[in-house]
T-cell receptor, first 114, second 113 residues
């Protein structure tokens, strides 16, 4: 099965700095990589996703890059703000028999200091 | 207008009891999921239904029985609750069963005494 490693487990930055969270996956068949943000006591919310036919995707201050050869993908947040503080999860997987089964990383707790 | 809603939000009960969690989505999606998030925040898929049919069952104990009366609803019944069942259970939905963005509910925090 798929195995997803996520680093770092905790990331502390100053407001305005950039933050980078990295994930590696083991199954070369994985083709869909979503990122979720979960604020304390709330539900995970999709913030950006990337498919294996794309190397990079950007949405305002958030970008994701994918290196299929090395089997790793990263989340980049620029000009961080205190409201970016949350736990971020990466996930990887592919549809098997028509069903997509995501494997999640263990999460990164991002703390943005004002 | 909540897209994926689940009830109850909190559930405190004793070991050995049977309990149910309900989930409804108003997004018109075909596929629904149950996830378990443990005390270390690890998120793991349990089940998925597509158009009322079970398509994913990730080696969950058979004390857990999902039921989908229609594609907008997916309920989770748990028999003989154990201490290790304490977690937050999230319902989610997606447009289809493939590689699609998933929308999560607010979670049900289950605490076993």
């Amino acid at each position: 099965g798929e195995n997803v490693e996520q680093h770092p487990s905790t990331l502390s930055v100053q407001e305005g700095d950039s933050a980078v969270i990295k994930c590696t996956y083991s199954d070369s068949a994985s083709n869909y990589f979503p990122w979720y943000k979960q604020e304390l006591g709330k539900r995970p919310q999709l913030i950006i996703d990337i498919r294996s036919n794309v190397g990079e995707k950007k949405d305002q201050r958030i970008a994701v890059t994918l290196n299929k050869t090395a089997k790793h993908f990263s989340l980049h947040i620029t000009e961080t703000q205190p409201e970016d503080s949350a736990v971020y999860f990466c996930a990887a997987g592919h549809a098997s028999g028509g069903s997509y089964i995501p494997t999640f990383g263990r999460g990164t707790s991002l703390i943005v200091h004002p | 207008d909540t897209a994926v809603s689940q009830t109850p939000k909190y559930l405190v009960t004793q070991m050995g009891n049977d309990k149910s969690i309900k989930c409804e989505q108003n997004l018109g999606h075909d596929t629904m999921y149950w996830y378990k998030q443990d005390s270390k925040k690890f998120l793991k898929i349990m089940f998925s239904y597509n158009n009322k049919e079970l398509i994913i069952n990730e080696t969950v104990p058979n004390r857990f029985s999902p039921k989908s009366p229609d594609k907008a609803h997916l309920n989770l019944h748990i028999n003989s609750l154990e201490l290790g069942d304490s977690a937050v259970y999230f319902c989610a939905s997606s447009q289809g069963p493939g590689e699609q963005p998933q929308h999560f509910g607010d979670g049900t925090r289950l605490s076993i005494l």
